[in-house]
């Protein structure tokens, strides 16, 4: 990537020498990861005709995780899961986003986005970007019962824009609503309702022709 | 606005009838938001050529209430401050971006915020609906510790985006590197820390002219 070969970001322009080194390492963080508002997603938006960055992206799912935490199987701590949901894309700056459809980059994907976290967790300070590292490897292992609320968001939230999109990204070519259910059940393992309900919008999609039967 | 004019952004293709009606209005109101990812910002991004939108900037502001809470004055409740900054522009989908350095605008700003809010948590579940709006109000008045450190970010964080543009919105016409140090010491009601660091950055950008003096 361009920006992993030309440094980070902030020293384009370096912070001022007043600020000591503990918070100049936590503002060039807050700086690099300006950077997620470029990364692009596969979804369309549905309130305009573009498609969706992942820092928007990782807002509606706090926002989500907010109004829909009633729904959740387990209890949750609304607040951690925020956490997990703000940070889990954060890697995505450095590895690129992988569409859940593509599956030849989502052989890579795992190895990339280690080593992406390596980097981008690492200009904190260490003990900062371990605190951080540890939330996405919280989301990502789906072992606790915010990980994995937080991770039914992640896979609702683009399915309630491919609804308004009137299909989206189902219209992808090789994707059959079947595909859709199997990339889509994981929405179970955090909330039975919210499965149903997502069943619900796949079920009509395919009976309009929105995904392929 | 055009939005509220045309009715809710979920008429535009209804759920299907499968979905019960709490739900539903859940759902209704999280596609309705994602109205907040066009709602622009005057501040540029760091990382791309163009303006930040509102919900970029809300999540940005999450991930530095998790990051920079070390620095708060008064211990705050991490999660709870990230649900303040998640919901505080939410008002602007219908009442727009009131720039910080537009006076005649900031007159009308709280009759149309208000008027906004009372439309847009009106969608969901009525005690949803009462919940969110007290985040709402809660970071206006600013009489917690959460609300004060939410608040600090939100003004911290274009200000690190201005910095990184060499004066961007310090360059509006009018204003001076003492309106901004006005219009930015309440991130001192959160963190002196934070704000010595503010200041830091505002006199070296008046020193270099990016700022008026």
Redesign the interface.
């Known amino acids: 990537m361009t920006s992993s070969d030309a440094g980070l970001?902030?020293d384009?322009?370096p912070?001022?020498s007043?600020?000591d080194s503990r918070?100049r390492e936590?503002?060039t963080?807050?700086?690099e990861?300006?950077?997620?508002?470029?990364v692009l997603r596969a979804s369309p938006?549905?309130?305009?005709d573009r498609r969706?960055?992942d820092?928007?992206h990782?807002?509606?799912l706090?926002?989500?995780v907010?109004?829909?935490a009633e729904?959740a199987d387990e209890p949750i701590?609304?607040?951690?899961t925020?956490?997990l949901v703000?940070?889990h894309d954060l890697v995505e700056i450095y590895a690129g986003d992988t569409p859940i459809y593509d599956t030849e980059l989502g052989e890579s994907q795992q190895e990339r986005e280690e080593a992406a976290a390596d980097r981008l967790f690492g200009i904190?300070p260490e003990d900062?970007g371990r605190a951080?590292r540890a939330l996405w490897d919280e989301f990502e292992a789906r072992k606790t019962p915010e990980a994995r609320f937080a991770k039914a968001m992640d896979r609702l939230q683009p399915l309630?824009?491919n609804?308004?999109a009137?299909g989206g990204t189902w219209r992808t070519p090789g994707v059959t609503a079947e595909a859709v259910r199997g990339r889509k059940a994981v929405i179970g393992e955090g909330s039975t309702?919210?499965w149903e309900?997502a069943l619900?919008?796949i079920?009509?999609g395919e009976r309009r022709g929105w995904a392929r039967s």
């Open positions: 970001l902030a384009q322009n912070l001022p007043g600020v918070l936590h503002l963080f807050l700086i990861v300006d950077q997620l508002k470029t938006l549905a309130a305009a969706e960055n820092a928007e990782s807002w509606h706090a926002l989500m907010l109004t829909l729904y701590d609304v607040g951690h925020m956490k703000v940070v904190l900062a951080l309630l824009l609804w308004m009137k309702k919210l309900a619900e919008l079920d009509e």
